[in-house]
């Protein structure tokens, strides 16, 4: 066990960038805090999946502690933190308690953003967390059965009427999924409705989906996205959401299941730091990852804004990882007396899923989509997957999907939200 007289890390986040500056401190003299709301790492690039059935919560989640139970000093605990004294050094939690630091990495990631209409959230969910998950499969397989149990023809294609908002990977990953769900995973289970006959459409503000990969490939996702079914509104940004659908100015389109994937804002805990924000709320940092003034104090993930090239570092997992590296390795530095060096992304590409052997991937000179691109995305994220027994369920349940088109946790929980009625 590390001693009470050692440096005192605390990271506040358990998410890539937290707990990949956590294990990079396994072999410092220090004591490391771990403190995160949830007990679990979320491998978030797989939420969709479990958000639409195709695996279960323990395939992309596991426990903190158990994950760092062979790092003597590091120390787990399941607290929310509410507010960052940087003059006294403290991270205060919402049950009172309290930790002092002698180093400070915050990565708290990102929330939803609904661009000043919070009234939307409750009729749109977004996906961020596994509750998120649960909540969008209820919706997702509840409209099923309503349809299935009502007569009203109208009404039926109200419920039959899916409408995913933001065409970034996650709205473009969500929206082929459900298609898929309505063509081949339900068939003849249903008597009265054909599940065939829902619409899935992809909404998407800006001229084009997938944005920030190449516009070939965007194309190329777009023409993939409508073979499999999807209907894809681009140019046309929501003007209003309620429980009985949306609206794209004067035109009104009716559905009672409406998922949000449009955009996100960082963490509030940013504006606790006192330093300067850019406009999404998003820390401006030093070259090194540190708060301007502040080099005990290092913020990384979505949380941070920094540019590189002229050109913001971007939102996505590997980035969060090597943040969190780089963070690890200031202190380390910080400890040692040498001095500190600038973080420097390396961009190990984009990859976007679309649907059944249907995905997009640029990996700077090589540009991939269809078949190709698919078998690539999935042995990226087996491969990045934590522990063995994740990579080894999640393949099988692949294979077998692949191969059946079902999946396997389709199971509503908890109770219907109160739209639904």
């Not at 023809?153 to 419920?159: G, L, S």
């Not at 390795?329 to 590409?349: E, W």
């Not at 396997?408 to 639904?420: C, L, M, P, Q, S």
Request: net charge positive.
């Amino acid at each position: 066990m590390s001693s009470e007289k050692e440096p005192h890390v605390v990271i506040v986040g358990g998410g890539f960038g937290g707990l990949w500056a956590a294990r990079a401190l396994a072999r410092s003299r220090v004591r490391v805090s771990l403190v995160d709301r949830v007990n679990h790492h979320l491998f978030q690039p797989l939420l969709y999946q479990v958000a639409t059935a195709g695996l279960s919560m323990p395939d992309i989640a596991a426990p903190l502690r158990h994950i760092l139970r062979r790092q003597p000093n590091a120390t787990v605990l399941l607290a929310e933190v509410v507010d960052i004294d940087r003059g006294a050094r403290r991270v205060c939690c919402a049950d009172g308690s309290a930790l002092d630091y002698d180093y400070l990495i915050v990565a708290s990631g990102a929330r939803h953003a609904y661009f000043g209409h919070d009234e939307w959230a409750a009729y749109a969910p977004g996906l961020k967390t596994l509750d998120d998950a649960l909540l969008i499969r209820r919706r997702v397989l509840t409209a099923f059965e309503r349809a299935e149990a009502e007569a009203d023809p109208v009404k039926r294609a109200a419920w039959l009427n899916f409408v995913v908002i933001g065409g970034g990977p996650t709205g473009v990953e969500l929206a082929g999924t459900l298609a898929e769900i309505a063509h081949h995973t339900l068939r003849r289970e249903f008597r009265r409705v054909d599940p065939a006959a829902a619409r899935v459409l992809l909404v998407e503000a800006g001229p084009r989906v997938l944005a920030s990969l190449p516009e070939g490939l965007s194309a190329k996702a777009a023409t993939q996205l409508r073979r499999l079914g999807v209907e894809v509104h681009a140019g046309r940004a929501v003007t209003a959401v309620d429980a009985d659908g949306i609206a794209l100015g004067e035109d009104r389109i009716a559905a009672r299941t409406v998922l949000w994937a449009a955009g996100v804002a960082a963490s509030p805990l940013g504006r606790c730091l006192g330093a300067p924000l850019d406009r999404a709320g998003r820390v401006i940092v030093e070259d090194d990852l540190s708060l301007p003034g502040d080099p005990n104090v290092f913020v990384v993930g979505d949380l941070a804004s920094r540019q590189q090239d002229g050109k913001p570092v971007p939102g996505v997992a590997p980035a969060a990882k090597q943040m969190g590296t780089h963070a690890a390795k200031m202190i380390k530095a910080r400890l040692a007396g040498s001095a500190a060096t600038p973080f420097r992304y390396a961009d190990v590409g984009s990859l976007a899923t679309i649907g059944r052997m249907a995905a997009v991937a640029d990996l700077g000179r090589i540009r991939l989509s269809g078949v190709l691109a698919w078998w690539f995305w999935l042995l990226v994220h087996i491969l990045f997957l934590i522990g063995f027994r994740s990579r080894l369920i999640v393949l099988i349940n692949w294979s077998w999907s692949y191969w059946t088109y079902q999946r396997h946790a389709r199971i509503i929980v908890g109770r219907e939200h109160k739209d639904d009625a």
